[in-house]
């Protein structure tokens, strides 16, 4: 499987909900945190959501705009607030508080 | 390697079996003396100090003139203060960082981490953090590399274990990447850094202390440790002004300076004179003291005042007075200082040291002699700034700064305030001994009024009077005149003017004596000489009259005999001559 730039995986018009992940060249990691990003979306936000795949080995300046430090690091740009989420996101009751769609127990 | 080797730095490598260390001089006025050179060459170093003591300004500082002094673009990480707030900053001490970004020779990132926007959610690296800076080096081309203060992922980011292992690969990235490197970090509690980072950089290490001691605050920087090199391991004053850093590493300098033979003078000729006619050493120390009221300023401004005429630069510290307060006062005694304080020659530079601290005092001495290389330097007094300090430091540090006038070829004059009831000869600090000339002025006390004298107690080198003389201070300047020694001791003031007035008129009299005499003698003379002509008149009178007495007896007889042949001649003895007769007679008779 490769990562595509700004691949689109779904769209949907009300509440859209844009995430960006950075990660840097095709690492175990980096494709781990790809795999489970797909899934967790595809349960829980069911076409409302749109990845975009941001290789900062091709793009480094771009590490500046969202304060990327970590990778892999995903982003949620909408809705607001920011979020940052850092790592494999294998743990995906963390990913799910991250994104707000858990409330913090 | 670069240039600037020292000679230090040589014999610092020689000693090492290593091949040379490569440093990259920081351009940082006394740091790089007491590195020997500046900090390891493509090796990073760490910089560590509590919150407000320089770290920043210190790492913009070895940027900034890396690119402007050594052509070396930098780039600055910042984990704490965003480009613009770094760039207004550091513009407050003269460096225009939008202007070198602009020019392509620094890059500046702000790395903002948000713990409360960030989740963790299984493995990480920070390969970010490496991109960006790859990126950065990548885009300036850059030798140098700030991380300004890379603890702060620590607590921006969730596990410790991550981040040491990340740091670990990023300061050998570092190395391998081949750019000298500061890492800032904040002192932790009983340990160089609240991380543990001097764990990982440990080729230098470089510690920035900011203490207050009796209200004053006093940078300091010490470099605790220095792979592959010696170094300065004191503590060093540090000062931060519109300048940047400076670090003051004046206790490497050894006694090697050279000495000149040149002298010159004091500015008062009879002063010159006491000094075997020509005045001061070149370069040499001179501590005037004496206590309060005495002519300490007078005396060195006249010194002031001679150095201005021959066109040397000189700077005045005055510690007690302002610059025009100086400059109204030399005027009562025949001085002008403004005109040279106003064509540049003469700087005066007032402030009282407690402002801050004996050693920023004295770095700012330091600085400003650096900056206007003057010839001459007064400091009047010296006093107030030995009391700031305790014993120990205040004369190590006067150690320091009379060690850097010397071998700058500068004279300074150290006034020198003797407490009252203090020994007239001993000095607070014991500082005699680092002078080379000792100007003892005193003012005693008699017949209801106080005298100036002026001693030279010690002249180095210098066959000088050993005179005590009376110091006046004049509308024209100060004059010095032979004191009178007498019984009761030295005599001045009212009382030596009595004593010459006294002199004078026993002179007087004692002239008027030998006149006296010698009118006597002549009028005995005259006397005499008369009474020689009355006797001679005498004499003349009485011979006179005796001849006269004489011819009238001659006479007398003639007649007498006359009569006596004509009686003869009478009696009839009719001889044939009468001649005969009177002749016959004669023998009668």
Known sequence: MALAKNMKLSETQDE??????????????????????????????????????????????????????????????????????????????????????RSRS | ???????????????????????????????????LGGLPRGRPTLVCGQAGCGKTLLSAEFLVRGVMQYDEPGVFIAFEETEEDLTKNV???GYDLADLIRRKKLFIDYIRIERSEIEETGEYDLEG?????????????????????????????????????????????????????????ERGDGSLTRHGLEEYVSDCVILLDHRVKEQISTRRLRVVKYRGSTHGTNEYPFLIDEGGISVLPITSLGLGHTVAAERISSGIPSLDEMLGGKGYYRGSSILVSGM????????????????????????????????????????????????????GLLRFEAARPSLHGLEMHLVKIHKLIEELKPKVVVFDPLTTFLSLGDKLETRSMLIRLIDFLKTRHITAIFNSLTEGGADQEQTEMGVSSLMDTWILLRSIETNGERNRLLYVLKARGIAHSNQVREFLLTDHGIELVDVYLGAEGVVTGSARMTQTAKEKA??????????????????????????I?????????????????????????????????????????????????????????
Not at chain 2, 508 to 531: C, F, G, I
Request: hydrophobic letters at 35%; one cysteine or more; charged letters at 25%.
């Open chain 1, 16 to 101: 859209q909900w844009i995430l960006r992940l950075y990660v840097a060249g095709q690492t175990p990691k980096s494709l781990t945190a790809f795999s489970n990003l797909k899934k967790i979306c595809a349960e829980h936000l069911h076409n409302k959501y749109r990845i975009d795949v941001i290789d900062l080995l091709e793009n480094p300046q771009l590490a500046r705009g969202d304060q990327i430090l970590a990778v892999p690091t995903l982003v949620r740009n909408l809705p607001e607030p920011v979020r940052k989420i850092i790592g494999d996101l294998s743990n995906t009751e963390k990913v799910l508080v991250g994104l707000d769609l």
């Open chain 2, 1 to 35: 390697m670069k240039p600037k080797t020292t000679a230090a730095t040589n014999r610092a490598l020689n000693n090492h079996e290593r091949p040379a260390l490569a440093k990259a001089p920081t351009g940082i006025s006394g740091l790089d003396e007491i590195t």
């Open chain 2, 91 to 93: 513009a407050s001490l």
């Open chain 2, 129 to 185: 953090l490496f991109i960006r800076l790859a990126h950065a080096i990548d885009s300036v081309g850059a030798k140098r590399v700030v991380l300004d203060t890379i603890e702060a992922i620590f607590s921006g980011l969730p596990n410790d274990n991550i981040l040491r292992a990340e740091l670990r690969r990023l300061f050998r990235w570092l190395k391998d990447k081949g750019v000298t490197a500061i890492i800032t970090a």
């Open chain 2, 292 to 343: 309060a009221g005495t002519g300490k300023t007078s005396l060195a401004a006249h010194f002031v005042q001679a150095a201005c005429r021959r066109g040397e630069r000189c700077i005045y510290f005055a510690s007690e007075e302002s610059p025009g307060q100086i400059v109204r006062n030399m005027r009562s005694v025949g001085l002008d200082l403004g005109a040279w304080s106003k064509n």
């Open chain 2, 506 to 531: 026993t002179a007087q009299s004692r002239q008027e004596n030998t006149e006296r005499a010698q009118r006597e003698l002549e009028h005995k003379r005259r006397a005499l000489e008369a009474q």
């Open chain 2, 533 to 589: 002509t009355a006797l001679r008149t005498q004499f003349d009178a009485e011979t006179q009259e005796l001849e006269k007495e004489i011819s009238q007896q001659k006479q007398r007889e003639q007649v007498l005999k006359n009569n006596r042949t004509q009686i003869a001649k009478l009696r009839g003895s009719n001889g044939p001559s009468s001649s005969k007769g009177a002749s016959s007679a004669r023998e009668r008779e």
